[in-house]
């Protein structure tokens, strides 16, 4: 996949693991675990902050951290964490740099960094971000450097970016997962209520069940299409690959690709085994998500305050995504000079010289615009 265009099998093995975690919650710590490599972390913490009670109410970590750390960080210092108050005010979807609001010299001071983080967590810098809020309860997650790896940058954010998507999406299904037993009407029920695209099929993609956002791409024949009940990618090269993935997925492992769609764009798509299927054949989870919809509504006051076009806005959403120039003309379907036009445009508009100063300016903008 081109948001690691060298190690497409790993980032492809990483999403196919956090879905089936969402059926078995024993298996977060691992998936955290190696969330955090491929981002060059040495851990990751998920937790829901309960704004209530002031503690977490769910906490997931890698085996960086003990468990009585853990304990430690959810019933005392999480209150006194200055990067959890500092992204509570952001939006849901949005990152941030510890390095931003807590510098070298409030570090120095800062209790919670020299009693617990340093000594506890043996870890400076931190990639955060906030992937929902509900009823006062905040789900976060962070990334972890230690102070001689150094801090996080813009590609960085952009990686954490597309891969909280899937998160979010992988900890929805679990939670209601919980709430069912086996592949029965309850779960049936649940999924349908999902605002991602789920599709269970048997092995030859042939459809038992859709929730109601994968129906309405299908009505639409938005990427996907059900011929005779079996579900296919309307572009060949798509569906080639589906069926690839569909074929490993009987295999019990997990895939990811994308779907070209009818715009230009493409779903992120993950491909992953139901281990604990009650079907004789087994079943498999197929999720889409619109990787484009959290960036182009983060990139809404820059491009107006840039002027960018319908196009250029598109494009820069989907930089902010990971995608490659390359990538990127291919899922719109225009040569690769036309997207080098529009982001050399982007340069001029933006008074950067270099895309990674483009992309990098764009995000601060979109992590800073609600201060």
Same mark, same amino acid.
């Not at 977490?56 to 999480?78: F, I, N, Q």
């Not at 992937?131 to 789900?139: C, F, K, W």
């Not at 492992?253 to 009650?278: C, I, K, N, Q």
């Given at each position: 996949?081109?948001?690691?265009?060298?190690?497409?099998?790993?980032?492809? &093995?990483?999403?196919?693991?956090?879905?089936?975690?969402?059926?078995?919650?024993?298996?977060?710590?691992?998936?955290?675990?190696?969330?955090?490599?491929?981002?060059?972390?040495?851990?990751?913490?998920?937790?829901?902050?309960?704004?209530?009670?002031?503690?977490?109410?769910?906490?997931?970590?890698?085996?960086?951290?003990?468990?009585? &750390?853990?304990?430690?960080?959810?019933?005392?210092?999480?209150?006194?964490?200055?990067?959890?108050?500092?992204?509570?005010?952001? @939006?849901?979807?949005?990152?941030?740099?510890?390095?931003?609001?807590?510098?070298?010299?409030?570090?120095?001071?800062?209790?919670?960094?020299?009693?617990?983080?340093?000594?506890?967590?043996?870890?400076?810098?931190?990639? %955060?971000? @906030?992937?929902?809020?509900?009823?006062?309860?905040?789900?976060?997650?962070?990334?972890?450097?230690?102070?001689?790896?150094?801090?996080? %940058?813009?590609?960085?954010?952009?990686?954490?970016?597309?891969?909280?998507?899937?998160?979010?999406?992988?900890?929805?299904?679990?939670?209601?997962?919980?709430?069912?037993?086996?592949?029965?009407?309850?779960?049936?029920?649940?999924?349908?209520?999902?605002?991602?695209?789920?599709?269970?099929?048997?092995?030859?993609?042939?459809?038992?069940?859709?929730?109601?956002?994968?129906?309405?791409?299908?009505?639409?024949?938005?990427?996907?299409?059900?011929?005779?009940?079996?579900?296919?990618?309307?572009?060949?090269?798509?569906?080639?690959?589906?069926?690839?993935?569909?074929?490993?997925?009987?295999?019990?492992?997990?895939?990811?690709?994308?779907?070209? $769609?009818?715009? %230009?764009?493409?779903?992120?798509?993950?491909?992953?085994?139901?281990?604990?299927?009650?079907?004789?054949?087994?079943?498999?989870?197929?999720?889409?998500?619109?990787?484009?919809?959290?960036? $182009?509504?983060?990139?809404?006051?820059?491009?107006?305050?840039?002027?960018?076009?319908?196009?250029? &806005?598109?494009?820069?959403?989907?930089?902010?995504?990971?995608?490659?120039?390359?990538?990127?003309?291919?899922?719109?379907?225009?040569?690769?000079?036309?997207? $080098?036009?529009?982001?050399?445009?982007?340069?001029?508009?933006?008074? &950067?010289?270099?895309?990674?100063?483009?992309?990098?300016?764009?995000?601060?903008?979109?992590?800073?615009?609600?201060?």
């Amino acid at each position: 996949m081109s948001v690691w265009p060298g190690d497409p099998e790993t980032v492809s &093995t990483l999403l196919g693991e956090l879905y089936e975690a969402a059926g078995d919650p024993r298996r977060w710590p691992q998936v955290m675990d190696r969330f955090g490599a491929l981002l060059g972390g040495v851990s990751v913490h998920l937790f829901v902050w309960d704004g209530n009670l002031h503690r977490t109410r769910m906490s997931v970590a890698s085996p960086w951290y003990d468990e009585e &750390t853990e304990r430690l960080y959810g019933e005392h210092w999480g209150a006194l964490d200055p990067r959890r108050v500092y992204a509570t005010k952001l @939006k849901a979807g949005e990152t941030f740099f510890c390095h931003q609001p807590c510098d070298e010299a409030f570090v120095r001071r800062d209790p919670f960094y020299n009693e617990f983080l340093l000594p506890y967590c043996r870890t400076r810098f931190l990639l %955060g971000s @906030k992937l929902s809020e509900v009823a006062g309860s905040a789900t976060f997650l962070g990334v972890h450097r230690t102070a001689q790896q150094g801090p996080f %940058g813009a590609t960085d954010a952009a990686r954490v970016s597309f891969l909280t998507r899937h998160v979010l999406s992988a900890i929805a299904l679990g939670e209601r997962l919980t709430l069912s037993e086996g592949l029965g009407s309850d779960l049936i029920a649940t999924v349908d209520r999902i605002p991602t695209c789920i599709f269970l099929t048997d092995g030859d993609g042939m459809l038992r069940h859709a929730n109601r956002a994968a129906e309405r791409a299908l009505e639409a024949s938005d990427g996907f299409t059900a011929r005779n009940r079996r579900l296919a990618a309307i572009h060949g090269a798509s569906d080639q690959r589906l069926r690839l993935a569909l074929r490993a997925a009987t295999q019990g492992a997990g895939d990811a690709l994308h779907v070209a $769609r009818g715009d %230009g764009t493409a779903w992120d798509t993950v491909v992953s085994p139901l281990r604990e299927s009650r079907h004789p054949s087994g079943t498999i989870l197929i999720s889409a998500i619109d990787p484009y919809v959290h960036d $182009r509504a983060a990139l809404t006051p820059s491009a107006s305050i840039f002027a960018f076009t319908t196009a250029e &806005t598109d494009v820069a959403a989907a930089l902010l995504a990971g995608r490659s120039p390359k990538a990127i003309s291919e899922d719109r379907g225009v040569s690769l000079d036309t997207v $080098r036009v529009q982001i050399r445009s982007m340069l001029s508009k933006t008074r &950067t010289q270099r895309q990674a100063e483009l992309v990098a300016r764009l995000a601060r903008m979109a992590v800073l615009r609600d201060q």
